[in-house]
Structure formats: C-alpha cells, structure tokens
C-alpha cells in the first residue's frame, strides 16, 4: 500500500524491558514526526525528522526515549526500561515537504499506531 | 500539553441528525485542521482552514474558525453511523521553524446510532 506502515502494530512489554516501533513513511516524505497518544486523549508530539536529521526532539518525554532514522526513511522510535506511564498508542506521520507552501501546509498522512501496553 | 478543549467530550446522535463540535486553542495560529480517528485506524485529514478564513465547506462538512475568540467548529450535517469515531482539532506550531507539529485537541467522541 501507498500510506504509512507501522509496525508492531500490538506491543506487550513487561516493565523494565526495552521496546523498538518501527515506522514506514510514505515513499519519498521528507518530514516524518511521532506523537503519543495517551488513552481518551490527543495526540502529543514527540520528535521530528527532516530526511535523516532530528530536528525537534522536545516531546520526549524522558532520555528513556531515542527515536532514529539513519537513512531518511523508515524511523525507530527506542524506548528502554519500560515503565508502565509509557503505555499509549504511539503514531508516526509523514509529510511530503517541509514547512510552509504558499500559505498552505503540509498534511501529514498517519500510520495506524502500535499500541504498548507496559506491565 | 494539548493546545486546548473540545466540547462536547462525547456526543451520542441518531443517523440523519446533524453533529456539531466545539475546539478551542490557545495561540496565534495561521490555520486550523479537524482530524478523524476511528478504532483501529490511524487520523485521517478532514479539513483545513486557514486564519483569515471564516468557513469551509467540504462534502457533508462545515468548518468555522473565530480567531477573535480563538475557537472553531465542525458541523457534520446528515450523520452516518460511519461518521462514528472520534474528532480531533489540530493547530501548527513552530510558525518560523521551517516545518509544522501538530497540537491536537483532546477530542470529541461521536457515536451515531442506526
């Protein structure tokens, strides 16, 4: 399919282990963000990407959480020792360009989310 | 944090009836965006409205923007029980950073009953 993939898309982690999700933007996207999704509420941002740089990575919520994308395409988000707070749905985005067109933007196209359940 | 408050938090209507939702956001803005979000799938764009427009028309949506009051609405007119799911309301920011992260409202949940 042409949109954005994310993988696992269900993560059972016991607290303390470590857990990678994975994102597949769509083909050729420079921009690609993660947001966390907390039950019953909007998603959050997390960090930003342009290609393979992380230009904005403010929303992490601690150093627990590192995120990559080391060859401006699929991104990782890495989160260790697992604490159960962390449970949420986590969402990647991608977008074709950056910043402003003409006054326009930039959608951004969702994946599906994995959702991580800490134990 | 979320840029601001949706109202209704839930809104329980019956197909054929129309729905309307509420957003508020806090800051200065150069457009607002109404996202869907049904169980199991990811958000979907709706609907775009930028600042110094006062409404928009798309299909079976309206969207009105109030930067005066720094509030926004989505009437569904018609509803579906396909319409069910929840409704986000989005706003830019990081106007002069070269790209744009989304902060998202907490969200009206819609049911529409056959």
């Known amino acids: 399919g042409a949109g954005v993939s994310q993988s696992p898309r269900y993560k059972v982690a016991k607290r303390g282990q470590d857990v990678a999700l994975r994102c597949d933007p769509i083909?050729?996207?420079?921009?690609l963000f993660w947001y966390q999704q907390a039950l019953g509420q909007g998603p959050e941002f997390l960090t930003y990407?342009?290609?393979?740089?992380?230009?904005?990575k403010s929303g992490l919520p601690s150093d627990r959480f590192f995120a990559e994308r080391p060859e401006g395409s699929v991104s990782t988000l890495k989160i260790q020792r697992t604490q159960q707070e962390d449970s949420a749905v986590y969402l990647c985005a991608s977008s074709l360009r950056t910043g402003h067109i003409a006054g326009g933007h930039n959608e951004q196209f969702f994946g599906p989310g994995t959702r991580l359940t800490v134990l | 944090s979320q840029q601001g408050e949706e109202d209704p938090q839930a809104l329980s209507i019956q197909e054929g009836e129309n729905a309307t939702m509420n957003c508020s956001y806090k800051t200065s803005i150069n457009n607002l965006q109404w996202y869907r979000q049904n169980s199991g799938r990811g958000l979907v764009h709706l609907i775009l409205?930028?600042?110094?427009?006062r409404e928009k028309h798309s299909g079976r949506l309206r969207v009105t923007l109030d930067t005066s009051k720094k509030s926004s609405s989505l009437l569904i007119t018609a509803s579906r029980a396909a319409d069910t799911a929840s409704y986000f309301c989005?706003?830019?920011?990081?106007?002069?950073?070269?790209?744009?992260?989304?902060?998202f409202g907490t969200g009206t949940r819609l049911l529409v009953s056959p």
């Open positions: 989005a706003t830019p920011s990081g106007m002069n950073t070269g790209f744009q992260k989304l902060v």
């Open positions: 083909s050729g996207h420079v921009s």
């Open positions: 990407f342009q290609n393979e740089a992380q230009l904005d």
């Open positions: 409205i930028r600042s110094n427009e």
